[in-house]
């Protein structure tokens, strides 16, 4: 705590309160350690008919929050910490009041995003089409996200997987612990191959194409039904 209460008095930092939920989720406990600021609102008093400005907890501004699995903690996993939302300018202090000195890799988050949109589309039950669509819209916004050096979101990879259901894909990754970070900034495209790619690996070989290609020609050896 005296980390965090030396950090909050230092610019940009403007204060705020840490809050601390401890949870269980089957048999998996939780612990998220969130931040929240105090931001000025008004309000209209109805006796005086005067304008009075009020203190309010600014949910909507989270600075930022992670979630601990105790679990893995104990079983000594270093996949333990994910980073749920936040803003980046305050990450530092953050990530040192709770003893985290990395966030999560980029690669890392690729390969724990690559596991839950396959797990997901596959438990929704989406076609080839649709899984081809969704992992091609997802591709061109990181792709931009890469270029233009800024913070990936899981939930507007969220939005992209279902736009009737753009809190799906979000809330399916945390409740079933995928450990993929609610932002996070990455450099390398070809972390994310992976959504117009696909690789089949055998003793002595290995075979990748684009996915494209699968809904194209397909030859049919003669006589053997396969491919």
């Known amino acids: 705590m005296n980390t965090l209460k030396?950090?909050?008095?230092?610019?940009?930092?403007?204060?705020?309160?840490?809050?601390?939920?401890?949870?269980?989720?089957?048999?998996?406990?939780?612990?998220?350690?969130?931040?929240?600021?105090?931001?000025?609102?008004f309000s209209v008093n109805?006796?005086?008919?005067?304008?009075?400005k009020l203190s309010a907890l600014n949910i909507d501004e989270l600075v930022r929050a992670n979630r601990v699995n105790i679990n893995k903690w104990n079983d000594n996993d270093d996949a333990y910490l994910t980073f749920i939302k936040g803003k980046r300018d305050v990450s530092i202090f953050f990530q040192e009041f709770i003893g985290n000195t990395d966030l999560?890799?980029?690669?890392?988050?690729?390969?724990?995003?690559?596991?839950?949109?396959?797990?997901?589309?596959?438990?929704?039950?989406?076609?080839?089409?649709?899984?081809?669509?969704?992992?091609?819209?997802?591709?061109?916004?990181?792709?931009?996200?890469?270029?233009s050096e800024e913070d990936i979101e899981l939930d507007s990879i969220s939005a992209?997987?279902?736009?009737?259901?753009?809190?799906?894909?979000r809330d399916y990754s945390l409740e079933n612990?995928?450990?993929?970070?609610?932002?996070?900034?990455?450099?390398?495209?070809?972390?994310?191959?992976?959504?117009?790619?696909?690789?089949?690996?055998?003793?002595?070989?290995?075979?990748?194409?684009?996915?494209?290609l699968i809904k194209k020609d397909v030859v049919i050896r003669d006589g053997s039904g396969r491919m």
């Open 46 to 52: 109805e006796e005086k008919l005067i304008i009075e």
């Open 104 to 147: 999560t890799s980029a690669k890392v988050n690729a390969n724990n995003l690559k596991d839950a949109l396959q797990e997901y589309m596959r438990v929704m039950g989406f076609d080839r089409d649709k899984k081809f669509k969704v992992s091609k819209e997802i591709e061109d916004y990181i792709f931009k996200k890469i270029d």
């Open 177 to 212: 612990d995928k450990s993929v970070s609610g932002r996070f900034r990455a450099t390398k495209k070809g972390n994310f191959y992976f959504l117009h790619r696909t690789v089949v690996k055998g003793t002595g070989y290995k075979l990748e194409f684009d996915k494209e």
């Open 160 to 169: 992209l997987v279902d736009a009737e259901n753009p809190r799906g894909f």
């Open 6 to 41: 030396k950090a909050i008095n230092i610019p940009p930092t403007k204060g705020g309160y840490v809050i601390f939920i401890h949870y269980s989720q089957g048999s998996t406990d939780f612990v998220v350690t969130t931040m929240l600021d105090n931001s000025a609102q």
